[in-house]
Structure formats: structure tokens, C-alpha cells
């Protein structure tokens, strides 16, 4: 004699109850962010330069057709911390008058220079004062 499969009809609602219940709280939540931000966002907008913003940098060569140096930059000042750009990254800075670009020829490159540099109406990255002179 054979012994009768049991009905399985009665488990399906029971686990399909089971199944909400658990994955209730979890429905409610947030979803995790689909997009991480990137580590160097913050100094990304520290790029932008729309307001006065202290920065550091090697003198690494003079731009005789722009009459503008261009810098290795090493930091900048957010307000608060001094943040780090990635290593070897360079910025064309102008000066903010004749005067200040025969200052720059006097040094050799490598000095280090500390400015507070603001991107001016023309799109240039200019120097509105210089730290230590």
C-alpha cells in the first residue's frame, strides 16, 4: 500500500505571510545611495575659485606669452582645513599687476609661494595677494 504525498497547499500562504513580515521594516527604509561621493569632490569645488581662497605652491616655470607662472599645487585652504590636491597637479596663475609678475622672475623655480588667488571675470585665476611678502 502507498502512503498519500501531504498537501504542500496549505504551506504556500503561511510562508508567503512569513516572507512580508520579514522584509516589512526593510521596505520601509531608505534605499542606500546609488551614488558615493567621490573622495576629491570637496576638492573639486575648491577648484572653482569664485571666492578668495588661500592656496600653496612650487614655482615650477613662467609663462612668458600669458606673462603668468604656472605652479605645482600643493594645498588650499577650505575655511577650515587645508586640503590636498592630487600629486602633481598644476595651475596657470596670473599675476595681479606688472609689478607682482617682475616680483615672480626674481625667484627660482621650486620657491614656494602662498596666495590668495580668485578666478576673475576674464575666467583667469589671478593673485589678489601674496603671503609672507
Not at 35 to 55: C, G, K, N, W, Y
Not at 121 to 131: C, F, S
Request: net charge negative; hydrophobic share 40%.
Amino acid at each position: 500500500r502507498m502512503i498519500p504525498a501531504p498537501r504542500l497547499s496549505f504551506l504556500i500562504p503561511g510562508l508567503m505571510g512569513c516572507l512580508v513580515f520579514l522584509a516589512g521594516p526593510a521596505l520601509g527604509q531608505e534605499p542606500p545611495p546609488t551614488e558615493i561621493p567621490h573622495p576629491l569632490d570637496e576638492m573639486a569645488q575648491e577648484t572653482v575659485f569664485e571666492s578668495p581662497t588661500r592656496i600653496e605652491g612650487r614655482l615650477l616655470t613662467f609663462d612668458t606669452y600669458d606673462e603668468a607662472i604656472w605652479i605645482e599645487w600643493t594645498r588650499v585652504y577650505n575655511g577650515v582645513r587645508w586640503l590636498y590636491p592630487p600629486q602633481g597637479t598644476q595651475l596657470l596663475i596670473y599675476p595681479r599687476d606688472k609689478t607682482m609678475m617682475d616680483f615672480f622672475r626674481a625667484l627660482q623655480p621650486g620657491a614656494v609661494l602662498g596666495m590668495t588667488i580668485q578666478r576673475g571675470q576674464d575666467g583667469k585665476r589671478r593673485v589678489l595677494e601674496l603671503e609672507g611678502t
